[in-house]
């Protein structure tokens, strides 16, 4: 789908934090300040990239910042509500939203939004060290940056054969071994990636997609699904993850097809020089560069 511009939003939220490290509330205004430098680099409308070897549009006017939800600190289910209807507005406006989070959890409440815009089947690829399949608890309540992608398969066109978990890895709940099994949920697990190709694992996703008929497709990116050599900065270290160069070739391949995108769990306060704030921004500069071509 063509859109009509790159709608960035801020969604400063830690509220679902109940087990990770809070702090991912101040990420979107840092890494909108070094996604600024991108721009600095257009001449007459273009910018070169070195990797790619090759001179592609870069139409900064395409950009268009709405700002930050409107965050009731005290309220879960209003700043939900805010954060659907501000995403929905760019959605209707014909344009690509673009969500800087905040913990996991603010994903719930855009995936909502891109499904209720659409009348068919919506697609989620999830790129995560963690599976935030948890359905309740005491100690998380209902939407916690645990739970986002159970509250999304409650949603009447979001089915388990079209969610597809990308470098999941480490230990977890025993209850999780029958779940996944009964639902069908797809998962590429970090070890898979690392001893398979990565281009090509993307691929297969696109023809599951194409294959199912899926009308939207959401692309979720929980900066811990890095191995923290790459990403300090998150709100939950998880060891033995992925590399930059495998996220971004599959990214390559997910951002022609996708219809919504967020960074989340990016939290300035455990940085190391920028690093993980650099790598956030450049995720937005190639999802802008591949769609607005």
Known sequence: MKYDHFGVLGFPWDGGASLGRPGARYAPKKVREIFGWFKNREEDRMVYLVDERR???FH?????????VDIIVPSTSETFENAERQAREIIDKGGFPM???????????????????????????????????????????????????????ELDRVN???????????????????????????????YEIHEGKPRDIAKEVV???RKNGVEKIYLTFDIDVLDPAFAPATGADEPFGLNPHQCKVMLQEFYPIVD???????????????QTMALSARLMFDCFVSKFK
């Open 55 to 57: 001179t592609v549009p």
């Open 60 to 68: 900064t006017d395409k950009i268009v910042d709405y700002g930050d």
């Open 99 to 153: 969500v800087i989070g905040g913990d996991h959890s603010i994903s719930f409440p855009i995936i909502k939004a891109l499904h209720d815009s659409c009348q068919g089947q919506v697609g989620i690829i999830q790129f995560d060290a963690h599976l935030d399949l948890v359905d309740e608890s005491k100690l998380q309540g209902k939407y916690s940056q645990s739970s986002q992608m159970r509250r999304a398969l």
């Open 160 to 190: 388990p054969d079209n969610i597809v978990q990308i470098g999941v890895r480490g230990a977890n709940y025993p209850w999780y071994d029958d779940y996944l099994k009964s639902t069908g949920i797809h998962q590429y697990t970090s």
């Open 207 to 209: 023809d599951l997609y």
């Open 260 to 274: 919504a995108f967020d960074i989340a769990e990016v939290n300035p306060l455990y940085e190391v020089n920028d």
